[in-house]
C-alpha cells in the first residue's frame, strides 16, 4: 500500500508541503488515495557534489500497476491502473543558478465501475479513468516555485443513464521563500546540541485552479466550467526544527458560479505539526 508516483503534490510528505490544504485537483481525481500494488522506482545518470551533500539524477523514472480502488478493499473490477512518470532535472552543478530545475510528466491508465444516477446497478465495469500531469518544480534556497497542471478524463452516467466521459483539469501555482539553513543537505551533517536548530521561516503563495467538468452536464457535476474554484492563499511556516513547524494561512475561495448554499468565502487556518 503507498501513494502513486503522480505529479509533485501528491508525493510530497507532511512535513514538507508548504500549505495547509493539499491542492484542490489531485485531492478531487483520487491522487492522493494510497493503492495495492507494485511499483518500480529509479533514476539514471546522477550528478554528485560530495562537497555540499548534493545529489541529482539526470532522468527519475517509476512504473506500476496498481488496484485502482483504494487501500484495504477488495478489488471491485476485474481490472487494473497503469501509471507511469518521468522526471527530468538540469544537469548543472551545484553553485548554478539552475540547480533543481525539474521537469515531471505523469500518467495513468485507470478504470472504474459507471453506476446508473440511482446508484443501484452498474452500467459499466470497466469505465475510463485516465490521469495526465505535467509539473515544474524549482527549489534553489531561498527561492522556491512550483506549477503542476493535471488533466483528468473519467466516465459518469448523464441524467439518462448514458455514459458520458468528463473532462477535468487544474493548475497550481506555488511560490515560497525560505530564510534558514534548515533545508540545506550540507547542514544536516554539523553537529546539533538540541532538536531545535536550526530554525527557518518560510512565507509562501499559492494560485489553485480547480474545473471538474469542461464538457457538457453529467448528474451532480455541472459542465462547461460552471464549477470553477480559485482558491488563493497567503501564509507563513515557521520551522522550529525539521520535525516542528507552525503554519498560518489567509485562504480566499471564488466560485465561478454561485448559489443559495455555494457562496465565496475567506478563512484564517492555523495548524502545528509535531512529527517524532
Do not use: C, M
Not at 33 to 56: E, L, M
Amino acid at each position: 500500500q503507498q501513494l502513486i508516483p503522480f505529479g509533485l503534490e501528491a508525493q510530497a510528505p507532511e512535513d514538507l508541503r508548504p500549505t495547509i490544504d493539499v491542492a484542490q485537483t489531485p485531492a478531487q481525481l483520487g491522487l492522493f488515495n494510497r493503492q495495492v500494488g507494485a511499483i518500480v522506482r529509479g533514476d539514471i545518470k546522477p550528478f554528485v557534489d560530495y562537497s555540499a551533500n548534493y545529489r541529482a539524477p539526470l532522468l527519475e523514472y517509476a512504473v506500476g500497476v496498481v488496484n485502482g480502488n483504494g487501500s484495504n478493499k477488495v478489488d471491485d473490477n476485474g481490472s487494473k491502473d497503469y501509471l507511469a512518470r518521468a522526471a527530468f532535472t538540469l544537469p548543472v552543478e551545484y553553485a548554478s543558478w539552475l540547480r533543481e530545475l525539474k521537469f515531471g510528466v505523469s500518467y495513468l491508465k485507470g478504470t472504474k465501475n459507471v453506476t446508473d444516477k440511482a446508484g443501484t446497478k452498474v452500467l459499466d465495469g470497466d469505465g475510463r479513468k485516465d490521469r495526465l500531469g505535467f509539473d515544474i518544480y524549482y527549489n534553489h534556497a531561498p527561492y522556491g516555485a512550483t506549477y503542476e497542471y493535471i488533466q483528468g478524463r473519467t466516465d459518469f452516467a448523464d441524467a439518462n443513464d448514458k455514459i458520458q466521459e468528463v473532462k477535468a483539469e487544474g493548475h497550481t501555482l506555488t511560490l515560497f521563500y525560505t530564510v534558514g539553513d534548515q533545508f540545506f543537505n550540507s547542514i544536516k551533517s554539523a553537529a546539533k546540541f538540541d532538536d531545535f536548530w536550526p530554525k527557518s521561516i518560510q512565507p509562501y503563495y499559492r494560485y489553485d485552479l480547480y474545473k471538474p467538468n469542461t464538457g457538457v452536464d453529467v448528474v451532480g457535476i455541472a459542465g462547461k466550467d460552471a464549477g470553477e474554484i480559485i482558491k488563493q492563499s497567503l501564509g507563513f511556516n515557521f520551522f522550529f526544527a525539521q520535525t516542528t513547524k507552525l503554519q498560518v494561512a489567509v485562504n480566499s475561495v471564488d466560485y465561478k458560479t454561485e448559489t443559495a448554499t455555494i457562496k465565496d468565502y475567506n478563512e484564517v487556518q492555523a495548524q502545528l505539526q509535531y512529527t517524532f
